[in-house]
């Protein structure tokens, strides 16, 4: 009985090692991913490419790398004001817009995981509801919602009218975070005399700061790359990069160098941080759900 | 988790609920408004009733963009959730090189709508684009800006770029869950790869792929931006999808009603496919808790 079991596992064994020897020559896997990658690559490639050129080489030749790198266009965008002053607006409502979301959203993403209550369900799907309302049906009332406080082309109008769907975003991707922590914790913490404000600071936020952290990210980044609602509601004081480059685009005799450059820039942000989050990339895109 | 009922939780929903009312119940009370009243400029309105719901579900106009709208979605669909399964199929499961294709595969989720739209403008130009003017070289009549196919193969190829990753990323996270031991057994079992794919990772990818089928329906069905950057809604009407005909109605040519209809049969037909989409995204919430590590 016993030397049949000894050959069943030798069997296996040895099963699994054929197996593994005819996997190993023929390993052409990484060959998708990296035809992917290059294909994601090459229109960025070439707005960088671009953005090292002067606009007179872009109009008059074709080359794959510039032939005079210059820096040139980069110059112009940071002695502009007119150009700078964009990022400037565009990260100080992206900024606000993040605080506001992420500190009203941490209570009710708590209260969410946590608890049953009245209308619990109505009010998760609502919040949802919001997140994937298209922001056209929301650009006129809100122009006249926020010009009727005397709101527009303020830094707080852009950042208010964000929180539309990045507070529901957030609620979701914390809540998700919330509901991996056992309900032990808070129980013992109770026990232990916490009460739920210094709790919640001092035992909670700790053990979900990563959640924080990847909320905050996207929250950060579905701000920065909405454009229709920011540039409805600011005209010249507030007025977001994005829109900057799209009214650039309109004019006649374009500087492709100097647009491809303000492009370039506006990539920079969320190619320094997603390093930080790329293990939750998809739980964040997926609202927690992952 | 079993939770405790308790209504004093709603304390703590009170500051969202408050910040989210102001910013959609209000606006959405304007639209209301609108739609069911005309006027003749000034501050004078009267009431019309269901006259402009009537006007939008009828008109043309209306079916077209919805139409653009559906068959664009659905083009999508079919190319960047095979692909994404494709591609999250044959990425490293570990090694060096794993955090390279997350942080690559997922830069273009990160640019700004705008820029994509004009990074491709750029590309596809046929005197400064590297895709514009190798088409030129190789002698195929190619511009977005006047034919209909080009800019629909534009905008679709624009959209595979942009978005693809995000179905790959979400496929990944869900594979990456399935234990090893499940492809021992099928090894010992001697399956083949595709009743592998077939019966172990094409189940357990089920949840993360409903999600991603539904994010990338929602977001293309209110897709704005990269369009309008790229092609305006044009050439003619071609490319006119839902939002921008709204925007276009609303603010290029202050038909306030009809504007006000329209937003919410759209808004209706969202909220319809975003209960779906909550009904979908709570029972996998529930079956899968383990799916973190």
């Given at each position: 009985m016993e030397s049949t079991t000894k050959e069943t596992t030798l069997l296996v064994e040895g099963a699994l090692r054929q197996t593994n020897q005819m996997k190993k020559p023929r390993n052409f896997r990484w060959f998708t991913p990296s035809l992917y990658i290059f294909f994601l690559m090459l229109p960025i490639y070439w707005l960088v490419n671009m953005s090292f050129k002067t606009n007179q080489e872009i109009l008059s030749k074709f080359t794959l790398i510039p032939e005079n790198p210059t820096l040139s266009n980069y110059v112009v965008i940071f002695s502009d004001p007119s150009w700078y002053n964009g990022y400037i607006n565009s990260i100080i409502y992206v900024v606000m817009n993040t605080v506001i979301s992420i500190s009203v959203a941490l209570p009710a993403a708590y209260a969410f995981s946590r608890y049953r209550f009245l209308g619990d369900k109505h009010m998760f799907f609502w919040l949802l509801s919001n997140r994937m309302a298209p922001a056209a049906v929301f650009v006129l009332p809100f122009f006249q919602l926020y010009s009727s406080f005397g709101l527009i082309d303020t830094h707080i109008a852009v950042a208010l009218a964000h929180c539309l769907f990045n507070v529901p975003l957030a609620v979701w991707i914390l809540e998700g975070f919330m509901s991996g922590i056992p309900k032990e914790i808070d129980e013992t913490a109770y026990i232990d005399g916490y009460s739920f404000p210094k709790f919640f600071i001092k035992v909670f936020t700790p053990l979900i700061a990563s959640g924080i952290g990847v909320a905050a990210f996207f929250c950060f980044m579905f701000s920065w790359v909405e454009l229709l609602i920011a540039r409805t509601l600011t005209t010249v004081d507030a007025k977001p990069i994005a829109a900057i480059m799209t009214r650039t685009v309109g004019?006649?005799?374009?500087d492709w160098g100097v647009l491809a450059a303000a492009g370039v820039l506006t990539i920079i942000p969320g190619a320094l941080v997603i390093y930080f989050v790329r293990n939750y990339i998809a739980k964040g895109f997926a609202l927690g759900r992952v | 988790m079993d939770k405790t009922y308790n209504n004093k939780a709603w304390l703590l929903v009170i500051p969202v609920f408050l910040l989210v009312a102001l910013s959609a119940i209000i606006p959405i009370m304007t639209v209301v408004n609108y739609s069911v009243q005309d006027t003749f400029g000034g501050n004078k309105f009267f009431w019309v009733g269901t006259e402009w719901f009537t006007d939008v579900l009828r008109s043309e106009r209306f079916h077209d963009a919805l139409g653009r709208n559906l068959l664009f979605s659905f083009i999508i669909l079919c190319i960047e959730i095979p692909l994404g399964i494709l591609i999250a199929l044959s990425m490293p499961k570990k090694g060096i090189w794993v955090p390279v294709c997350l942080v690559l595969m997922a830069l273009p989720l990160l640019i700004p709508w705008n820029v994509v739209g004009t990074i491709w403008q750029i590309f596809g130009r046929a005197d400064i684009g590297l895709l514009g003017h190798t088409m030129a070289t190789l002698g195929i009549d190619y511009n977005y800006s006047s034919n209909v196919i080009d800019a629909w193969v534009t905008i679709i190829v624009m959209d595979v770029w942009h978005w693809t990753s995000l179905v790959v990323l979400l496929c990944y996270a869900g594979l990456v869950s399935i234990p090893e031991a499940y492809y021992q057994a099928a090894r010992i079992d001697g399956a083949s790869k595709w009743s592998v794919f077939r019966y172990i990772q094409l189940p357990k990818m089920q949840g993360v792929l409903i999600i991603a089928f539904l994010l990338r329906f929602m977001d293309s069905f209110m897709i704005y931006t990269e369009p309008f950057v790229l092609t305006g809604g044009g050439p003619g009407n071609s490319t006119t999808f839902m939002s921008i005909d709204l925007v276009k109605q609303a603010i290029g040519q202050f038909d306030l009603g009809p504007a006000a209809a329209m937003s919410l049969v759209y808004q209706l037909i969202v909220l319809l496919v975003c209960y779906v989409f909550f009904t979908v995204m709570s029972n996998v919430g529930t079956d899968k808790p383990e799916v973190e590590e």
């Open positions: 004019a006649s005799g374009v | -």
